[in-house]
């Protein structure tokens, strides 16, 4: 770093630049055109990696410089402006959640794709994290959760999960741990107590999980079960199928949702929103859902009626108010 000159500097700007350009044109995704958010923190990862080494950061000029070099604002504001619209997947109602548990526990595999759905709700699960990829030659940071990453608590002590269910039915809580996530967060443990509601219970669901799995080894993927045709493991595919299934007989459509847009991530998205509703506040949702950033915000969707309730009248309420001038 002492020996480095503006020249230095500037070149090694031109080769992130050139770096930048490359992603945008898929040439590590297959060439497939990816997101700007996905360049900027590609970018970030790289930069960090550098300044670890010793070297500085090439986005900026100097290393206490707050704000990027405009170079890379106008290569950020750019790729954005061309990206299209973003097309979330629409929040999904706890109470489609409650309809699929009260109707759809059909079958093993069916009553283990309801059981994986309340679990993925309740925790704010990413599919990746409780099915498998649907590519396995795709390498992925996110584990998918095991048997051995699930712990049944009675009163803070843990149960054999072994046990017969009457003795797993009496866990007061559940825990499960995340061996990693998308965001490389590792071991990261998350846990639930007894809802009150026998039919959307995230301890009650994972108890039955367990049971379902019993006898089976540890490294077993969650969401295995037995069938009269084997060993079966729910799929992301069976989850986004159930959940729309679901979705379109609780009638989500008729407070304007498009069932296109339900998928397995309404399962995280909704649970956000759940929570907002309950009133918690926007750094719990955050903690709870493993969000590095404010990306949880795009998850409590500003156009869902009740977060925005009663806001109208409030802004109503006639008031005055007084400016303070600074001369």
Same mark, same amino acid.
């Given at each position: 770093?002492?020996?480095? !000159?503006?020249?230095?500097?500037?070149?090694? /700007? =031109?080769?992130?630049?050139? #770096?930048?350009e490359a992603l945008r044109d898929g040439i590590c995704h297959n060439g497939h055109r990816i997101?700007?958010?996905?360049?900027?923190?590609?970018?970030?990862?790289?930069? $960090?990696?550098? &300044? /670890?080494?010793?070297?500085?950061?090439?986005?900026? @000029?100097?290393?206490?410089?707050?704000?990027?070099?405009? *170079? #890379?604002?106008?290569?950020?504001?750019?790729? @954005?402006?061309?990206?299209?619209?973003?097309?979330?997947?629409?929040?999904?109602?706890?109470? *489609?959640?409650?309809?699929?548990?009260?109707?759809?526990?059909? +079958?093993?595999?069916? *009553?283990?794709?309801?059981?994986?759905?309340?679990?993925?709700?309740? #925790?704010?699960?990413?599919?990746?994290?409780?099915?498998?990829?649907?590519?396995?030659?795709?390498?992925? =940071? !996110?584990?998918?959760?095991?048997?051995? $990453?699930?712990?049944?608590?009675?009163?803070? =002590?843990?149960?054999?999960?072994?046990?017969?269910?009457?003795?797993?039915? !009496?866990? @007061?809580?559940?825990?499960?741990?995340? /061996?990693?996530?998308?965001?490389? &967060?590792?071991?990261?443990?998350?846990?639930?107590?007894?809802?009150?509601?026998?039919?959307?219970?995230?301890?009650?669901?994972?108890?039955?999980?367990?049971?379902?799995?019993? +006898?089976?080894?540890?490294?077993?993927?969650?969401?295995?079960?037995?069938?009269?045709?084997? *060993? =079966?493991?729910?799929?992301?595919?069976?989850?986004?199928?159930?959940?729309? #299934?679901?979705?379109?007989?609780?009638? &989500?459509?008729?407070?304007?949702?498009?069932?296109?847009?339900?998928?397995?991530?309404?399962?995280?998205?909704?649970?956000?929103?759940?929570?907002?509703?309950?009133?918690?506040?926007?750094?719990?949702?955050?903690?709870? %859902?493993?969000?590095?950033?404010?990306?949880?915000?795009?998850?409590?969707?500003?156009?869902?009626?009740?977060?925005?309730? %009663?806001?109208?009248?409030?802004?109503?309420?006639?008031?005055?108010?007084?400016?303070?001038? &600074?001369?």
């Amino acid at each position: 770093m002492q020996g480095d !000159t503006a020249a230095h500097a500037l070149g090694r /700007e =031109r080769v992130f630049v050139a #770096f930048a350009e490359a992603l945008r044109d898929g040439i590590c995704h297959n060439g497939h055109r990816i997101a700007s958010s996905t360049i900027s923190g590609n970018l970030q990862h790289v930069a $960090d990696i550098m &300044v /670890e080494h010793g070297s500085r950061d090439p986005r900026r @000029t100097n290393p206490g410089q707050h704000m990027l070099n405009r *170079t #890379f604002q106008r290569l950020c504001k750019a790729c @954005t402006d061309e990206d299209p619209a973003a097309n979330c997947e629409h929040a999904l109602p706890n109470s *489609t959640v409650l309809w699929l548990s009260q109707n759809m526990r059909h +079958g093993a595999l069916g *009553t283990t794709t309801v059981l994986l759905i309340i679990v993925a709700h309740f #925790f704010l699960l990413r599919v990746g994290e409780c099915t498998p990829s649907a590519n396995r030659n795709r390498k992925k =940071r !996110t584990a998918p959760l095991r048997k051995q $990453d699930v712990r049944l608590l009675r009163d803070g =002590r843990p149960l054999n999960k072994e046990a017969p269910l009457d003795a797993l039915m !009496t866990a @007061t809580a559940s825990t499960i741990c995340l /061996e990693n996530q998308k965001n490389g &967060v590792k071991n990261q443990t998350l846990c639930h107590d007894r809802s009150g509601n026998s039919d959307l219970c995230p301890a009650a669901a994972l108890v039955l999980l367990m049971d379902a799995m019993r +006898g089976m080894d540890e490294a077993t993927p969650l969401g295995t079960c037995r069938t009269g045709d084997g *060993t =079966r493991r729910v799929s992301a595919a069976g989850v986004r199928a159930m959940v729309r #299934f679901g979705a379109s007989q609780d009638n &989500v459509a008729d407070e304007g949702c498009d069932l296109a847009r339900i998928g397995t991530h309404s399962l995280r998205s909704g649970g956000a929103v759940r929570l907002k509703l309950a009133g918690a506040d926007d750094g719990l949702i955050q903690k709870l %859902g493993r969000w590095s950033g404010p990306t949880c915000k795009k998850h409590i969707q500003p156009h869902i009626g009740p977060p925005a309730g %009663g806001i109208a009248a409030l802004m109503a309420v006639p008031l005055r108010h007084w400016n303070v001038q &600074v001369r």
